[in-house]
């Protein structure tokens, strides 16, 4: 099998073909981890170049569906990284509960779910989880799917009734209406071109509530936090002064 032609910037014609038939904006996402993944599609669907492997996603879903999962990372688990789920309920938790009002927590890149009923978990235990709105947000329909359908993780039916799902492409639409108490976005950026990733930690910090936090993956920093107007509060998180 010939290998596939690399994905550059000279050749913008083969990202636009497999950016249409697997609807994601292949563009947004670091040239090495799409010609990478673009090479495994060739082999793992008998495809010859990019363009026929664009045609089978357009016509076969199992292939389509392989491909999106392979270009948009999707790793969860219930308690991933205990150590920043620790944090949150030590350091984060406490502050962003202490105000009256709403608690609002986006997931912003939810895969499955997990962290977002784990969070929600953690707002139940302090007694507060009939004042909490909880939003998880994804690229892929596949993974809203599966976080609100009835194989998704568990979690009480307290939690449940605070949790709403959608669909986001935060690499082309903005943030979801409404200030944010804490963000958690983490392990989403990691996969993007720097002026992409720049340009999300600046909508997120901008969806921010004054107090609130953001945080990121345990591998993930923002360089120049004060830039997109944070400031550090911990390993890998960040809060909008008041």
């Not at 639409?173 to 992409?196: D, K, S």
């Not at 609130?212 to 004060?226: N, T």
């Amino acid at each position: 099998m010939t290998p596939p032609a690399p994905i550059t910037e000279a050749a913008p014609s083969q990202v636009d073909e497999l950016s249409r038939a697997s609807g994601l904006p292949l563009h947004a996402f670091k040239q090495g981890h799409v010609t990478k993944q673009v090479e495994r599609a060739l082999a793992k669907e008998s495809a010859s170049d990019s363009g026929e492997l664009a045609q089978q996603l357009g016509r076969n879903p199992g292939a389509r569906s392989r491909f999106r999962s392979a270009i948009a990372i999707s790793v969860s688990g219930n308690l991933r990284d205990p150590r920043q789920f620790e944090l949150l309920e030590r350091d984060v938790i406490p502050t962003i509960v202490e105000p009256d009002g709403a608690v609002r927590v986006w997931s912003a890149g939810c895969a499955d779910g997990s962290e977002l009923y784990d969070v929600g978990g953690l707002l139940q235990r302090r007694g507060v989880i009939d004042r909490v709105y909880l939003l998880g947000s994804d690229i892929l329909e596949e993974n809203i799917r599966r976080a609100s359908g009835q194989d998704g993780p568990t979690a009480t039916p307290a939690v449940r009734a605070r949790v709403r799902w959608e669909r986001r492409d935060l690499t082309s639409e903005p943030a979801p209406p409404g200030a944010w108490r804490l963000i958690l976005c983490r392990n989403l950026a990691i996969y993007l071109r720097p002026e992409v990733r720049d340009g999300l930690h600046r909508k997120l910090a901008g969806a921010l509530a004054r107090g609130g936090f953001l945080m990121l993956g345990r591998s993930e920093r923002i360089a120049d936090p004060a830039a997109v107007g944070l400031e550090a509060a911990g390993p890998n998180v960040y809060r909008k002064p008041l």
